[in-house]
């Protein structure tokens, strides 16, 4: 890789090795020829993706990942804030830790293999992380139940769906009372061989916007620390926005009739 000239950024000089991490962990898997992609959800998990957060965590310090069947701690927060809230929901595939606070931020799930794609799969998984990305972001903000809730407007969390050889990185925010907006920023598609490593200049954008995206997380997050607990009852706190359905029937999605 091109060096950086000698005034670049702290951010840049550890993005830098973040790249170097994936692409020679990539050059040694793709030496001997093109990888497999008639291979299972778990394998998929294991070689293709861990690698790209083992990355991170390797240079941030500050977050981990753990995979496969993780049980969720947020789980547990919202059972405490909603004592009638009585959902269960499967194991994460992985999850990004905020290593200071022991917050879950980043929930992710592979909807089966780069060939074997499930559409149910793919529907349960996009479900799964939109109610991930609730229960992380209560969890985060029930630790300042009586600031602003404006404030609490600017704080995300964060999801990765992978489906066939595209992962897709989205953001969840409390945006008024009850109402949570999910986006989606950003997808890339992983290589397979090494001539098509250009493929990854995607990649490294997706990876990048994440970091920048937990960075801008951490600042709100000391705002709201350092934020003075609202008195004035004409100013909406967050305990009066945040909100999670008590039961699956409220979560369930149902098909629209086309003959309607």
């Known amino acids: 890789m091109t060096p950086l ?19 020679y962990n990539f050059y040694f898997m793709t030496n001997e020829g093109p990888l497999k992609r008639n291979i299972g959800e778990r394998t998929f998990i294991v070689e293709r993706i861990v690698p790209l957060f083992n990355a991170i965590q390797s240079v ?19 059972k405490k804030l ?11 595939d992985g999850v990004g830790i905020r290593n200071s606070t022991n917050k879950e931020v980043i929930f992710i799930e592979v ?13 349960e998984d996009a479900e799964k ?32 769906q992978c489906i066939g050889d595209r992962m897709t990185f ?25 001539i098509d490593v250009t493929d990854f200049l995607e990649v490294f954008e997706l990876l990048y916007i994440i970091i920048s995206e937990l960075e801008i997380q951490t600042s709100v997050i000391n705002k709201l620390k350092l934020s003075e607990s609202v008195d004035d009852i004409n100013v909406p706190k967050i305990r009066d926005w945040i909100w999670v359905p008590d039961s699956v029937s409220a979560w369930k999605c ?7």
Request: hydrophobic share 35%; aromatic share 12%.
């Open 5 to 23: 000239s000698s005034d670049a950024s702290s951010k840049d000089n550890k993005f830098r090795k973040i790249c170097e991490f994936v692409l």
């Open 82 to 92: 909603f004592p009638k809230f009585n959902l269960t929901i499967n194991q994460a």
């Open 60 to 78: 941030y310090k500050g977050y981990q990942f753990h995979w496969i069947e993780k049980e969720l701690y947020c789980m547990r927060e919202v």
């Open 170 to 194: 989205s953001k969840l925010c409390l945006i008024n009372n009850h109402v949570y907006s999910f986006s989606q920023i950003k997808s890339a598609r992983l290589p397979f061989e090494f």
């Open 111 to 123: 909807s089966g293999g780069p060939e074997n794609t499930d559409l149910n799969h793919v529907k």
């Open 254 to 260: 149902e098909d629209s009739d086309e003959n309607s």
């Open 129 to 160: 992380l939109l109610k991930e990305a609730v229960f992380g972001l209560v969890s985060l903000l029930r630790d300042h139940l009586d600031k602003s809730a404006e404030i609490a407007k600017s704080l995300y969390t964060f999801t990765i």
